[in-house]
């Protein structure tokens, strides 16, 4: 770890010098706009211009029943540090990549891009700035009132179609509460999930909580 000193001039401009090794690599010259994120622990966090996350590829066997290995590329998409998912295997069924096909219908962002009897590639096309935490539990909330409507109306009416529009939004609320929990691990990397996201972690912390009860409705 390198240590600088803050330098003072006049009154109120603080002045601290970075690493020469860095800021060549970085392709810094005067006048080059830093952008600087207030971290959450104090901390300061200091990206170059055209600073980009790098973009990961995870490959998974398919060594494992289907349900395990759903469970494994939710994980995944909540971490949230992989561009691209490969799955490998020998012979998968037609069965077994219809699944997989349908499990990223219900990731926000996840798309399955190849799909053959030896590998299936899923990349992940989610903007996390478009996204904010407390816009996924408001949408939420909305799908929820609506759904309760809906349940009134379809008891009302003895109207069965009701009832599977109603199972259908039941999907949606797990889409947005898995994206809340990925946008609310991003918070404990001490990242902003987007830029637009004004809540503090602990405000975080208790919006992802009221996330979990509103997708137990």
């Known amino acids: 770890m390198d240590t600088r000193k803050v330098q003072v001039t006049g009154k109120s401009t603080y002045i601290v010098t970075i690493p020469k090794k860095w800021a060549v690599k970085s ?3 005067s006048g080059s706009p ?25 490959k998974i066997k398919a060594d494992k029943k289907v349900e395990h290995l759903k469970r494994d590329i939710i994980g995944l998409y909540i971490v949230g540090d992989h561009h691209m998912i490969e799955i490998l295997g020998e012979n998968l069924s037609r069965d077994f990549r219809e699944e997989i096909k349908a499990l990223c219908t219900r990731l926000v962002g996840f798309e399955l891009v190849e799909s053959s009897d030896t590998n299936l590639v ?13 816009k996924g539990i408001k949408r939420m909330s909305s799908i929820i009132y609506l759904m309760l409507d809906e349940l009134e109306q379809a008891f009302g009416e003895n109207d069965r179609t009701i009832c599977k529009e109603i199972i259908k939004r039941d999907d949606d609320i797990d889409r947005m509460f898995t994206l809340v929990s990925r946008q ?34």
Do not use: H
């Open 27 to 29: 392709r810094l010259k």
């Open 122 to 134: 899923i990349q992940n096309y989610l903007d996390s700035d478009e996204f904010t935490i407390e």
């Open 184 to 217: 609310y691990v991003n918070r404990l990397n001490l990242k902003k999930a987007s830029s637009k996201d004004a809540l503090s972690l602990v405000e975080a912390f208790y919006y992802r909580m009221a996330g979990r009860e509103i997708e137990r409705i």
């Open 34 to 58: 830093l952008s600087i994120l207030y971290a959450e622990d104090g901390s300061l966090i200091i990206k170059p211009p055209g600073f980009k996350e790098s973009r990961k590829t995870k």
